[in-house]
Each structure stands twice: as structure tokens, then as C-alpha cells.
């Protein structure tokens, strides 16, 4: 980033632990100088407890909005003067804008997530059958955007019975909890678990499992870019499905969040070729 910062310069940045991994700076800074803002966007590590100061601190700054990842996505919700429906739910945001010292949670993983698959393969999720892998924080917002699209069915699979229930109960009457082996039912099968992350053996073998069920011809997404392709989505492509990494994702949930903060259309192309290297999927 060369722009210079001036007396007159306004800030926004990630806060999280870790986030020297993030590439939240790399897209928003691309977007912000696209739209010849005088904003520049950084990265904070904030330890965990600390993420309400932080939250009074930018706003006491003058910050016009913060993006949020582990593990203070919780915590930002509560500490937040408002916050969107998808916030009530969820009980978790990734941002917020701070406007006139009051600051608005929202969450845009979800909503990016079909952002992205519209724009790479056309996928409509109005009447789709859909199959979310895991209930964390992710899938929740995954099976909630689902849902609000008017999907058909929201069916969430999970090791821990419990989370999956509470997941698929954000899809009201449409969200119920399913199994591995009727995976190959549904038209598009999330993976929102983080077993790409850390591939070992166990993970492995859990990957395995998963893409042992889908079929050809089904869109199969994970949700991790790093490693761009996962063992899950190598055996599910060898299988003849349609495949997608989380990097456009990871995109346009913040091109959203662009646009959040600045009431800006976001210039997509440009975030995209600013991370264009990692998008092999
Ligand atoms: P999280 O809240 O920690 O949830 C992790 C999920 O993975 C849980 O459902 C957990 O199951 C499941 N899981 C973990 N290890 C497992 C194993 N060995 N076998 C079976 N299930 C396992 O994490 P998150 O925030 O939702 O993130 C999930 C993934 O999405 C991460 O890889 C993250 O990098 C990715 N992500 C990507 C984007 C993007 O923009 N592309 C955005 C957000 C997240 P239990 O409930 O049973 O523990």
C-alpha cells in the first residue's frame, strides 16, 4: 500500500487473533483506493476479552467500521450499540459501521458465500435442497443466508448432534438434521467445517467420510481457501462434482462490508485481482 495518510485520512481495520494471516487490509485497501477514499484499512491483533475496548476505541476514533474474526465475533455482537436481524440470530457479527459514534453489527459471511456462488456458477438458491458439513459459526450463517434466499431444504450435519440441531433451527421449518449418506440428495453441499484447515490424519479421514457420499454433477463448496484445494473438494471433484474453494467467500463478504462501511457499490473486480493469485479453484 503506498498512499500516503494525511490529517484528513479516516480508518477501519480487522480485529482478531491471530490476523497476520489476513487478507481482509489486501482487499479492502484495493477497494477503498479504487474508489479514490481517503480510508485506510489495517489489521489489530485484539487478545481475547479485549474486544469491547476495542470496539471504544475505534469508535472514539472516528473509525467508519471494523471487520471481526476470531474469536471475537460473539463479543462484538453483544458490545455493539445495534445490530441486524441476521446479528439477533446468529448471536455473532464479523462487522460493524460506526456512524456518528453509534456502531451497527452485522454478519456478511453468509450472504457473501451466495454472492459468490451466483457470480461463479449461477446458482439460485430459491427452492434449492442444500446440505451444510458442521455447525460452528460459519455454517450457522451459511444455513440463516439458505434460508432467507428461500431455499427449499437447509439440512445440517454435524459430530455433535446438539449444534446441529440449533444450526438447522435457523432455517425454521425448511432446517432439520441430516446424515452423511443422504448427501448426494441435495443440489449443493457446503463444507463449513474446519477440518482443510489442519489436514492430518483424523481430518483426513473425516474428509474422506464427507466426500464418499456427493455425486456428480453436484455443486460442492468448502469453505477453507488455505490450502486452496482441500482433500475434501480433490476427492469430490474426482467425482465428478462442480467445486469452490471459500476465497470467493472470503471476497464478497467483504465487498459487503464495503459497502457497509461506505454506502459505496463495491468495485468486485478489483478485490477479486487483488487476491488473484490465490484463486485456483
Ligand atoms: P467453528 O465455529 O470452530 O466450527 C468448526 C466446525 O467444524 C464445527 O461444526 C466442528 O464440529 C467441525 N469440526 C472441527 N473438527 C472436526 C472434525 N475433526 N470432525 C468433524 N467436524 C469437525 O469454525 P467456523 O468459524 O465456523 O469456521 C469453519 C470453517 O469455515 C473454517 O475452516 C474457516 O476457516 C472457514 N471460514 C471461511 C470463511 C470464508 O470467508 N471463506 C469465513 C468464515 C469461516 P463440532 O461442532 O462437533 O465441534
Redesign the pocket.
Known sequence: MTRATTAFTRHAGVIGAPVRHSLSPTLHNAAYEALDLDLVYGAYEVQPGDAGAALAGATALGFVGISV??PH?DAIARASDDRTRRVELLGAA?SVAIRDGKSLADST?GE??LDDLARSFGFDPSGARCAV?????????VVLSFADAGAAQVVVV???AS??AA?SELAGDRGRVGSLDELGDFDVVI???????LPDR??DE?ARSFAANVRAGQLVV?????PSRTLFLELASASGARTR??????????ARQVEFFTGLEAPIEVMWASVEREATS
Open positions: 474474526t476470531t465475533k464479523n459471511d457473501g458465500l458439513l458442521g455447525a460452528g459459526g460459519a455454517a450457522r450463517d454435524n459430530r455433535s449444534k446441529a444450526a463444507n463449513a467445517t474446519s477440518i482443510g484447515l483424523e481430518a473425516v468448502d469453505l477453507v481457501y488455505r474453494n471459500g476465497l470467493g467467500m472470503l471476497v464478497h463478504q467483504a
